[in-house]
């Protein structure tokens, strides 16, 4: 092909894309087109980020699912005859979520540090960056017992995920499982009823988690419930709604209360803000969680655990909650930035705090 040729090619292609484009800009206005994607993508971006939560439980469901499946073999490698068939899978489960919790909502300080030194007779400032990192935080583990029950009385975010990464740190720190109170709407949630039996997590009676507390295992109520999840807002305030079963519970068992609250928890999902009578009106129906979720920011995240609260057999069951209340709100109000903020619960992970564990 010769030259000219080359060049009558390329302008009839030129001239065909162009014709294209003018019968494409005829129907579509692709300034618009632009400027609605770039406008969109983030907010489909944060509507999406939650899938990753998804996508984890559902991971862990089908580990287990691929563990029980092999339970014959599994049985004749640990041939013991105290051996807990389910207990290697949870020890495998916490490892996975609390690695996910130091990736996802840990600390990474570069710290500076200054030091003097003689150079020519004379002192001079030395400075040197050390750079460290921490995972997911928590604070006041030494509140919890080694052995013997204890009742768990924590905030519910819209997720709570900090519950997750609590159990798995708790289990590999302490070798100890807390029971967990769940909604009943769980149990038509696929897959659920097998993560359910292996992470002990069941709606309960006061009879059962009182029956669960009796036999020296710690067992978590979010008494907020799906409510306090879904219109809680980043105000940080208790939804309980006169809620006392939790302390009929503690009060039939005669177990302590540790109230427990996680930094940051509503940066790192929140609930839509619009319509919010609306959905309110629609949960009292259905009773199931009917307001969207946002989020799954990766914010620093640090559970907080305040010191026990023995029995107290004078106190009644209202007193006892409006006490456990207190609790909880103090830990708020010393730890918790009112209102939230996404952006500075970003910048936390740079901020170092107290050491945990």
């Known amino acids: 092909m010769s030259t000219s040729d080359g060049m009558i090619a390329l302008s009839n292609e030129t001239v065909e894309n ?43 469901i089908s580990f287990l699912y691929i563990y029980k499946l092999h339970s014959r073999f599994i049985l004749q490698v640990y041939n013991e005859g105290d051996f807990d068939f389910w207990d290697v899978a949870r020890t495998l489960v916490a490892v ?26 004379r002192l001079m400032p030395i400075f040197s960056y050390k750079s460290y990192s921490s995972g997911y935080e ?26 997750y990464y609590f159990t798995a ?7 100890r499982l807390i029971y967990t109170v769940g909604d009943r709407f769980l149990n038509n949630v696929p897959g659920w009823k097998l993560l359910a039996r292996v992470m002990k997590i069941s709606p309960g009676t006061v009879q059962s988690c009182a029956s669960v507390l009796r036999d020296g295992n710690m067992l978590s109520i979010a008494p907020g419930g799906v409510y306090e999840a879904q219109f809680g ?20 068992s005669k177990a302590p209360i540790i109230p427990m609250f996680t930094e940051n928890l509503r940066e790192g999902f929140r609930s ?16 199931f969680p009917v307001r969207p979720i946002y989020g799954g920011f990766p914010v620093k995240f640090r559970t907080h655990l305040g010191a026990p609260i023995p029995y107290d ?15 909880i709100e103090e830990l708020i109000n010393r730890h918790q930035r009112i209102p939230g903020s996404i952006f500075h619960a970003l910048l936390d992970r740079f901020i170092a705090k107290k050491k945990a564990q």
């Open 169 to 175: 740190r708790v289990y590999l720190k302490r070798h």
């Open 18 to 60: 162009s014709t294209v484009l003018a019968y494409i800009g005829q129907y579509i206005d692709l300034d618009y087109s632009i400027w609605l994607y770039r406008l969109l993508t983030p907010v489909l971006v944060t509507f999406l980020l939650p899938c990753a939560f998804v996508l984890l439980i559902y991971t862990t």
């Open 272 to 287: 839509v803000g619009l319509a919010k009578r609306l959905f309110i009106r629609l949960y009292n129906a259905v009773r």
């Open 233 to 252: 807002d980043s105000n940080y305030e208790l939804l309980w709604r006169r809620r006392v079963g939790f302390a009929k519970v503690a009060m039939e």
């Open 313 to 327: 057999p004078s106190l009644s069951p209202e007193e006892l909650q409006e006490k456990v209340a207190f609790a």
């Open 96 to 121: 996975v979520w609390d690695a996910h919790g130091w990736i996802f909502h840990g600390t990474i300080v570069r710290a500076m540090r200054q030091r003097t030194v003689v150079i020519d007779q």
């Open 138 to 163: 928590v604070c006041g583990l030494e509140n919890l017992p080694s052995s013997g029950p204890a009742l768990i009385i924590y905030y519910h975010g819209a997720i709570p995920i900090d519950m």
